[in-house]
């Protein structure tokens, strides 16, 4: 039993890798080339800084020295020739002039890799956000919800801030280790075998250590990083609670708390900076040695006349260029466990799965005839995500099983006539249309929802929402100009005269010629803010420019006043003979105009009718419409006098 | 205005700014000095290992021999060693420094953050104000540990290799010498177009995240308007414009260090050229000429490096400036000298001069507006409560009900006019000595980590257990209590974060409640909350609000009929005030509430 578990998780940790890798390879799109050409220029860059201290030695030994021990170095004699070839000078200027092309050389390699590789990892970043944001916009609203918005902005920009720096810097510098320690071991080895030994030696023990000690110091990061936290957590709770601390008047006490816990968290990173010290100075300790051990051994060999002192300027110069790749090697292994965390949470915003869009689906004429039959609905247990992955419960305490918020529903809407829907908060109305316009989905056995004859889930999405004008409960206005807001559904620039007419239909137009900027105000910019009522009419004027044929307004005017609601619902109608309107209200005399009203009740529709119809029924429309009449009524109020 | 000064710094150093830093570096005065002392130590033994190289083959590489060789090594390595031990004691030094400096300074933040009036709270995100104190503050004080003490080190480091190459030979010297300032005004010439360009990627980078915030929190409505293609296009422009941005700055930035390597070569080939010559004089030998190479290729990248502390300070100056920012901080309210004199600070109250507080409010032409706002809310505003009487505020959602709880808890004061407790001003007597005396239930109750017992204590924080107990039972939180494995040991999680909404509004009941106040102000949740949760708190209020003074921003009718008066505010203003019973009579926009209510209250029940 056990055993199998492992094998599930294990199974598991192979899939997220494979599609983590899978996911980097996606994000490299149109990179892929660019990153090649920055490991093969980085190589040449290696390459030509090794080179010069080979022309270096050449030059100490065979020009300056005029040695003749030992074989002067392949390459370097190559090179010389090569130079004699152009040049007739006395050889050590030839030999200067060469180290010198080699600068040259040096430098645009290393110009070249660093702007290949900054141009290709910036087009990583960009695919990488352009990815996440077009496919949040796809994920369905039942995937949305199950996550915190600032969690995912978090992921969309501190994650992506970490994936930006292993493209840039953790990944190159990785390559750059391997093709120096490369390059230096087979320059060494061709030099002198036995003190290469000495030299290649060390570079395991320094990674491994380094490897090591990055460990158990990333294990003292995690532990400041939890009092990190803790003191995080104590400073967001004191100023959400800053009302709560002044008025019990703890200012001293939370004071006193803070100060506990700050001082906890720098002895925290004090103690690691013991480990810290001891890491780097060790690593610097190593490294020194090793030099020590080079320069002293060679020049035992020198003595000896085993090699060359030109030769042994060389090995100085490669163990000192090998050192700090190799410290720097085990701290960017655990720098890219960062990385490798960052991947996984974006690759969960990646792999979530996109709305159905039904493409190829059918395309009814629409006539607007709507037909709710037998639906159920409920929404999912309030599952969330936390920020580390995790699914939990929201409220752990509470009950959490689905209840149903539409339990067998049946409606029937006539095209281009006019629907009221009156009820309760929770009772259902909203659902109602969320499911019309597929933001959430009926499940398959749930009933049917058709619009012109067709169910909901055979017509194409795009083709649904866009035959659907949706003013949503909780008004979302953009931070562009109001002209663009109005506009945001047409593809080109706004048409003022358009634009202009939505608004006045929904008595807007006065209001925004009344700002000082007129249409070209931009919504939330410092200074302007538009009230409730302004916000509402924006976004009706918004949403008539779609000049869909099914409008549908979910309580969009209830910070309007009464006389103002009634402009809007006449210029809507005037406006829109054919249309099909939805319009769920709290108002009375907003629904009693419409040709049929429900009346809904724990997701159902408990009454329908025409007005006349529901107030000769006597029940929950009658008393409402009671109460908001009781204005026009002598001796009404009495009665609510009375009532508790 | 403001705006564009703090704009035009990031291009030039700002002393000024800096120097606000001192007073936190101050006690590390003794760590900063021991810091010197080790840079210049270090960069003495550092900058003397190619006079090693230098040693070791002039004197057995040369000569043929390995005699001298075992005190040779033990030297260098005990220099090495030696070296190893200073760098040890520079990470901790440095470290002790920086989280030494941040620790004050984040202290000094959070006393000031205790008296910044609380619309300070809406105008800047709590996520906001926790960047300023974990993130920027941490930034601060780094560069002040870390990079200064980097760059001191180096600094010393160039001038001993300086003054070493000087002695043992000043024409190769001053080859090497002659290049530092090539370096220099490369790194100058560059490093300000760098960070103009790294402008441009920050405004970029926030109207990016700006628009994931726009895109994620709005996209129901994005789907209603079929507007997820447009958008994404419009991002993808955005991207596009920050791909071109940052390209620009990696360009910039890919010159400077191949570059410093590329000229520390070219020295290193002018001088073998100018070495050869010598040595062929006889005025060189070959362990200066090795010392040479090595001291040249080992400066040009500190020096490099040196230049980019300079643009890395600017880059902080950022962060620094809104920590300063906050520091500047003023409280909105402060007690007077005289007042602090006789009933003591937030910190050292005088408990034994306050007075007994009755909860007799009294407001007594009231002019006020808020800061920054020119339009008065209240004009010549009355209201008398005597102690013991309720008041509800109805309202809309973000009609401004809670203006007048502002000014009767004093967490503002009139322009003119006077709020008066038991008859005197309220500026006559401390801030502590009011909030001692007041009950605080919010809408939306704020917990702290920490047990359920903990969090009703801190309504009185010498309570017994039994006391707890008590006033939990009183407005009958015990129920969240035993319905919690733990009991009343239970942890609440972040911000109570552990237990649903109406579980939290009980315990914030009982936290007040045990504080005894003779000033009740609660803020009644609006939010759906299950029958049975609901029934409690209505019992809760009427518990704890009995015999009290109380302010009631009110939303739920059985509330608000119980109130000896009620105020209707609407755009900010009292525009209806009386009892119910009037109020009902006169037909206004308390009676559309009402109606509103009514029918809210109609239509949810079962018939």
């Keep these: 039993m056990k055993n199998k578990d492992t094998t599930k998780t294990e199974k598991q940790e192979f899939n997220t890798l494979k599609s983590k890798g899978a996911l980097l390879l996606r994000l490299y799109r149109g990179a892929k080339l660019l990153f090649g050409a920055s490991v093969i220029l980085n190589a040449l860059q290696i390459a030509a800084t090794f080179l010069a201290p080979l022309l270096v030695g050449y030059t100490a030994d065979f020009v300056i020295g005029n040695s003749v021990d030992g074989a002067p170095s392949g390459i370097a004699v190559t090179v010389i020739d090569a130079a004699r070839r152009f040049i007739s000078a006395p050889e050590l200027l030839i030999c200067s002039i060469a180290i010198g092309v080699f600068a040259l050389l040096a430098f645009l390699f290393g110009f070249a890799y660093r702007a290949v590789l900054a141009v290709a990892s910036e087009r990583f970043v960009k695919n990488l956000r352009d990815g996440l944001y077009e496919h949040s916009m796809r994920l369905p609203v039942s995937w949305h919800n199950r996550y915190l918005t600032g969690d995912l902005i978090q992921r969309c920009t501190t994650d992506v801030n970490t994936m930006r720096e292993f493209a840039r810097t953790q990944l190159i510098i990785l390559i750059r280790v391997i093709i120096t320690i490369v390059i230096a071991i087979v320059i060494v080895f061709g030099i002198n075998t036995r003190l290469a030994l000495v030299v290649s030696c060390s570079i395991p023990i320094v990674a491994v250590y380094s490897y090591v000690i990055g460990k158990v110091i990333s294990k003292y990061f995690q532990a400041n990083e939890e009092v990190e936290g803790e003191l995080t957590t104590d400073i967001q709770e004191n100023l959400t609670a800053n009302r709560v601390v002044r008025a019990f008047g703890r200012e001293e006490y939370e004071t006193e708390k803070f100060g506990k816990l700050n001082e906890k968290y720098t002895q925290q990173w004090i103690k690691s900076s013991y480990i810290m010290g001891l890491f780097w100075s060790v690593a610097d300790l190593m490294s020194y040695v090793t030099l020590l051990a080079v320069l002293s051994v060679g020049s035992v060999f020198v003595a000896r006349g085993e090699m060359s002192f030109g030769e042994l300027l060389v090995f100085l110069s490669c163990t000192q260029q090998v050192s700090w790749p190799v410290r720097q090697l085990g701290r960017t292994l655990s720098d890219m466990t960062k990385a490798s965390v960052a991947l996984g949470r974006l690759n969960e915003i990646y792999s979530g799965k996109p709305e159905t869009t039904t493409e190829n689906g059918k395309t009814p004429d629409m006539t607007g005839d709507i037909v709710f039959h037998n639906v159920r609905f409920s929404y999912p247990a309030p599952v969330k995500v936390t920020a580390e992955g995790e699914e939990v419960t929201e409220q752990p305490q509470v009950n959490t099983e689905p209840v149903d918020v539409l339990c067998g529903l049946d409606l029937t809407i006539a095209g281009g006539s006019t629907l009221g829907v009156l009820g309760a908060t929770g009772s259902g109305k909203s659902t109602l249309t969320y499911l019309l316009t597929r933001m959430w989905e009926l499940p398959e056995d749930c009933g049917e929802i058709s619009v012109s004859g067709v169910d909901t889930r055979e017509i194409p999405l795009h083709y649904l929402r866009e035959n659907i004008g949706l003013v949503l409960q909780e008004t979302f206005l953009y931070s562009k100009t109001v002209a663009e807001n109005i506009a945001i559904t047409s593809s080109c620039a706004p048409d003022l005269d358009i634009v202009r007419e939505k608004a006045a239909i929904a008595s807007v137009d006065g209001d925004i010629l009344g700002f000082e900027k007129g249409y070209d105000t931009i919504i939330g910019e410092r200074g302007v803010t538009l009230s409730g009522g302004q916000k509402q009419r924006v976004a009706i004027a918004r949403t008539l420019l779609k000049n869909a044929p099914i409008m549908v307004f979910d309580d969009s005017m209830s910070a309007v006043d009464t006389d103002t609601d009634r402009n809007i619902r006449q210029g809507i109608r005037a406006a829109t003979k054919k249309a099909t309107v939805i319009i769920i209200s709290h108002r009375i005399s907003t629904l009693m105009a419409a040709d049929k009203i429900a009346v809904m009740e724990d997701g159902r529709i408990t009454e329908f009718g025409t007005h006349s119809e529901l107030l000769a029924l006597g029940g929950h429309y009658r008393r409402v419409y009671d109460i908001q009449s009781a204005y026009d009524e002598e001796g009404g109020e009495s009665a609510f006098l009375e009532d508790k | 205005m403001e705006n564009e000064n703090i704009r035009s710094s990031h291009d030039r150093l700002e002393p000024k700014l800096w120097k606000r830093l001192l007073p936190f570096l101050a006690p590390s005065k003794k760590l900063i000095i021991a810091l010197l002392v080790i840079c210049i130590t270090q960069a003495g033994i550092e900058a003397s290992y190619p006079l090693f190289t230098k040693y070791a083959i002039n004197n057995f590489a040369e000569k043929g021999t390995s005699q001298g060789l075992l005190p040779f090594v033990l030297v260098y390595l005990g220099a090495i060693i030696a070296a190893s031990i200073l760098n040890m004691c520079w990470v901790v030094i440095c470290m002790r420094i920086d989280t030494g400096t941040a620790k004050r300074l984040r202290h000094e933040q959070f006393l000031r953050l205790q008296s910044v009036g609380v619309d300070y709270f809406a105008k800047h995100s709590v996520g906001y104000l926790t960047g300023r104190f974990m993130s920027d503050t941490g930034r601060v004080t780094e560069v002040f540990a870390w990079l200064l003490g980097e760059a001191i080190y180096i600094f010393f480091i160039v001038v001993v290799s300086v003054i070493i190459m000087l002695t043992l030979s000043w024409q190769l010297g001053l080859i090497t010498i002659a290049v530092i300032p090539v370096v ?329 409640v045990l504080a005894d106040p003779p000033i009740f102000v609660l803020d009644e949740a609006t939010s759906s909350i299950d029958t049975e949760t609901e029934r409690l708190i209505q019992d809760a209020i009427g518990k704890a609000l009995s015999g009290r003074t109380s302010f009631i921003i009110a939303h739920r009718l059985s509330t608000i009929m119980r109130c000896d008066l009620i105020l209707v505010v609407d755009d900010g203003k009292v525009i209806e005030r009386g009892t119910h019973r009037e109020l009902i009579a006169k037909r206004g926009r308390y009676r559309e509430l009402f109606d509103a209510m009514r029918i809210e209250e109609e239509l949810s029940s079962k018939k």
């Design chain 2, 184 to 512: 220099v005004f490369i790194t100058f010439m560059i490093e300000p177009k760098t960070m103009r360009a790294n402008r441009r990627v920050r405004e970029l980078n926030s109207l990016i995240s700006g628009s994931y915030n726009e895109g994620i929190t709005g996209v129901k409505t994005a789907k209603s308007l079929v507007a997820e293609e447009k958008f994404t296009q419009e991002f993808r422009g955005l991207t596009g414009d920050m791909y071109r941005a940052s390209r620009r700055v990696g360009l910039l930035g890919s010159v400077i260090l191949p570059a410093a390597t590329s000229i520390g070569l070219f020295a290193v080939g002018a001088m073998l050229y100018r070495a050869g010559i010598l040595v062929d004089q006889r005025l060189l030998d070959y362990g200066t000429l090795a010392a040479f190479i090595t001291f040249t290729m080992a400066i040009i990248d500190p020096v490099a490096h040196l230049a980019f502390f300079y643009t890395e300070l600017l880059g902080y100056q950022a962060a620094l400036e809104r920590v300063v920012k906050l520091l500047d901080e003023e409280p909105m309210i402060t007690d007077t000298p005289e007042v602090t004199e006789k009933y003591g600070d937030m910190f050292n109250p005088k408990r034994e001069n306050w007075e007994k507080l009755h909860g007799d409010v009294e407001f007594s032409h009231v002019w006020f507006r808020y800061p920054e706002s020119e339009k008065y809310i209240l004009e010549d505003f009355c209201l008398d409560v005597p102690r013991g009487k309720s008041v509800a505020i109805v309202g809309e959602t973000g009609a401004g009900k809670s203006t007048i709880v502002n000014l009767a808890c004093r967490f503002y004061e009139p322009e003119r006019g006077a709020v008066l407790i038991d008859g005197r001003d309220s500026r006559e007597r401390s801030q502590l000595w009011l909030h001692s005396g007041l009950g605080y239930v919010l809408q939306d109750p704020q917990l702290f980590s920490g047990t359920i017992r903990e969090n009703i204590r801190y309504g009185r924080l010498d309570a017994t257990d039994a006391e707890v107990e008590a006033a939990a039972r009183l407005v009958c939180a015990d129920k969240v209590a035993e319905h919690c494995e733990n009991g009343y040991e239970t942890q609440v999680g972040e911000g109570g974060a552990q237990l649903s909404t109406g579980q939290k509004q009980l315990i914030s009941f009982a936290r007040a």
